[in-house]
């Protein structure tokens, strides 16, 4: 069954913590937030471990795999999961778990215990399918794609942030504390795992699983189905070539995204011979466009879907596309940092309104499935990361590594049309558009109404008269 009473508005009770949905919405972007800072925090900081423990180009270039590659299991688990156990629960387990790999990568002693833990940390990057799952069920198709956006955006901006707060937070260590360098890099990731920790909790108790109440008392109430269809339905999923389109797509995007956010700091470290803090400024930038530009894909994705139906998703994602690739391209030919830096800001633009643009998409594949397209779809990302990340291991430049990668992703935009919907489909979901559209006016109505009777009592006149009388 359809879940009911899903917000039908984002900005306008955008601080109403009060409804479920919105307080929801603030906990799923910010644990997200949370995870993509813990699982990248260890980037920028990379010189430093570098040098300590010795590691050669091509175990660096190993250690930006394994952090990808793990998560590509973790979401297609998590998918499912969401759909047995509820949002709630396997977000708060996922950040509690995940804490202690991310505490642990301080216990490094050389190469293969601090691939461990960083493969161990890519875990908490299922976070992400949890984030799109939870604001899908909590928002109307009118709204769902700039609210899915608009989480996942400022959950990726921890990407960005951590570039430029983790040296500084190491810089608090070794020259506030007067910690070794050794030794401020582990306390740095102590800091960030405990956050994580204590997110997890408050996760629990802060949100619940839908807006009528969580999963286990609306199956109680026979509001949705059981458990024990969630894996037919899962297999069905993974039987639509819509969902690997969508898996391959989202590879062009958050793949790309989580390889720069892997390599940005130590490419203008070494090609442009920008100081670590410096070259963890500049890489920021290209983390910090999610603070607007995955909103931008969602916002555009309802616009186009409100304009031309599903089939106009589809068609504002091969724009993205197309563009992210180009400007990918353009970046890798820039060698001077006032050209790179531009070039990179606008090709992070189009990168993260690509991944809107695909979560605009996905709610709408299959409603019974939900939790495994989100999670498939998901596990491209990561999937497209790991083949990226074997362009930087030392086999070629990383300028031309990039180059390739610009034009494998203008290629794969054409993908974009063949994500198709039946006309039963496009009907079923103009109605429910038009639905929500209809209760979002009839809450201005009513607002109105409200704000129009108490200014003729500020005026001395009688609650529901005319302004003449």
Known sequence: ??????????????????????????????????????????????????????????QIGWAIIGSVSITIFARLFIGWLCDRIGPRKAYTWLLILGAFPVMGI?????FESFLLFRVLIGGIGAAFVITQYHTTVMFAPNVVGQANATSAGWGNLGGGVTQFVMPLLFSVFVVGF????????????????????????????????????????????????????????????????????????????????LTVNNVAALYFFDYFDLSLVAAGFVAASFGLMNLFARTLGGIFGDNFGALWGLRGRSVWLFICLLFEGIALMIFSQMHV?????????????????????????????????????????????????????????????????????????????????????????????????????????????????????????????????????
């Open 1 to 58: 069954m359809e879940i009911q009473n899903k917000a039908t508005s984002l900005w306008r009770n955008f601080f109403n913590v009060k409804m479920v949905q919105m307080r929801t919405f603030h906990m799923t972007w910010f644990a997200f937030f949370s995870c993509f800072f813990a699982w990248f925090g260890i980037a920028p900081l990379m010189t430093v471990v570098r040098d300590e423990l010795q590691l050669t180009k091509d």
């Open 106 to 110: 301080g216990l490094s002693w050389n």
């Open 178 to 257: 007067g910690f070794s360098e050794a030794v401020g890099w582990r306390l740095a990731m102590v800091v960030v795992g405990t956050i994580i920790l204590l997110i997890g909790i408050a996760y629990y108790f802060l949100t619940q699983d839908a807006p009528d109440g969580n999963f286990d008392e609306l199956r109680a109430a026979g509001k949705m189905q059981q458990k024990k269809e969630v894996t037919g339905n899962f297999k069905r999923a993974l039987r639509d070539p819509r969902v690997w389109i969508l898996f391959v797509i989202y590879g062009c995007c958050f793949g790309i995204e």
């Open 337 to 469: 940092l006032f050209l790179a830096l531009p070039s990179l800001i606008v090709f992070s633009l189009f990168t993260q309104m690509a991944e809107g643009a695909t979560y605009s998409v996905v709610p709408f594949v299959n409603k019974k499935a939900l939790g495994a397209v989100a999670g498939v779809v998901g596990a491209g990302g990561n999937a497209g990361a790991v083949l990226a990340g074997f362009l930087f291991k030392n086999m070629i430049d990383w300028s031309e590594a990039f180059l390739i990668l610009g034009i494998v992703v203008s290629c794969a935009s054409f993908l974009a049309f063949f994500v198709r919907f039946s006309a039963e489909q496009e009907t079923e979901q103009r109605a429910a558009f038009a639905a929500a559209n209809i209760d979002t006016l009839r809450k201005k109505a009513i607002e109105a109404n409200k704000a129009l009777e108490e200014g003729i009592k500020a005026l001395g006149g009688k609650p529901g008269a005319t302004p003449a009388e």
